[in-house]
């Protein structure tokens, strides 16, 4: 069985989560990218890979929530 997909931007994501959102959880989700993107600039694209299928699954079992991923989507925006 086929499924629909919608690309999102993370402000199009953190629009759609509206009260759920989490704040901490996402300013935690940045501060770990950006971590991870200086000291292990090698490591940037698995991560960004990583951060787009936990998003895409939808599945957060034993795993931060949607607003942490979402800031490290934001910080991979951001961090060159």
Same mark, same amino acid.
């Given at each position: 069985m086929a499924r629909n997909t919608v690309k999102m931007s993370a402000q199009s !994501? @953190?629009?759609?989560m509206g009260e759920a959102f989490d704040y901490?959880?996402?300013?935690?989700?940045?501060?770990?990218?950006?971590?991870?993107?200086k000291e292990q600039p090698e !490591? @940037?694209?698995d991560k960004i890979e990583e951060v787009k299928r936990v998003?895409?699954?939808?599945v957060y079992k034993h795993r931060p929530g949607p607003s942490y991923w979402i800031g490290c989507l934001c910080e991979a925006d951001f961090y060159w």
């Open positions: !994501l @953190r629009e759609i901490e959880a996402f300013e935690e989700g940045r501060r770990d990218a950006r971590k991870l993107f !490591l @940037r694209a998003l895409e699954s939808g």
